[in-house]
């Protein structure tokens, strides 16, 4: 079975499991929670991905970052310690707030900016996100990279609106080297 495929499994188990108990909206923090910290964290990949770590020290240091995890979320890093399939922890994460988000009707919308965005203009970037989508429930998440220089990319579903400064700078430096 493909570690895209298992992880959705598991997601949907555990989205079922958290529905069942009443706990969706706590699990999906704390599954965005290790979604972000897998992402953020390069030591935790590494440890995860490493045939070296047995799987009982990759469960360790699991619970250990994720402590004040509720008791599902701890069951689901055993059984996937148990599985052997404790690498799948970030997909499963990833795939169980995509779930939760088809699930509850929220737009996810990804923005890139050069710095961190402010609360003011987070909330015009949210104002114009349900203007465009007529959604209800926004969940905007905002990746810094000082590549783009500054401006932004904001990305909706399968949409994609590129007003950076680098992006700008390369549709110029095209159309100079097309002139010539």
Not at 21 to 50: F, G, P
Request: no cysteine.
């Amino acid at each position: 079975m493909s570690g895209d495929r298992a992880a959705i499994r598991y997601a949907k188990a555990v989205l079922e499991l958290a529905s069942e108990k009443n706990l969706l909206a706590a699990t999906r923090d704390e599954m965005l929670d290790i979604k972000n910290t897998l992402e953020q964290s390069a030591d935790l990949q590494v440890v995860l991905k490493s045939p070296v770590v047995s799987p009982v020290q990759k469960k360790e240091a699991l619970m250990a970052v994720f402590n004040n995890t509720s008791e599902l979320t701890q069951n689901l890093i055993g059984v996937l310690a148990a599985n052997k399939r404790i690498d799948l922890l970030g997909g499963v994460a990833a795939n169980f707030v995509r779930m939760y988000n088809q699930k509850e009707g929220v737009v996810e919308a990804e923005v890139t900016t050069a710095v961190e965005m402010d609360s003011a203009l987070e909330a015009k970037v949210l104002e114009k996100i349900k203007s465009i989508t007529k959604a209800e429930n926004v969940s905007l998440v905002n990746r810094i990279d000082p590549a783009i220089i500054g401006g932004f990319v904001l990305r909706v579903g399968d949409m994609q609106y590129d007003a950076s400064i680098a992006n700008s700078f390369s549709r110029l430096k095209k159309q100079f080297n097309s002139s010539i």
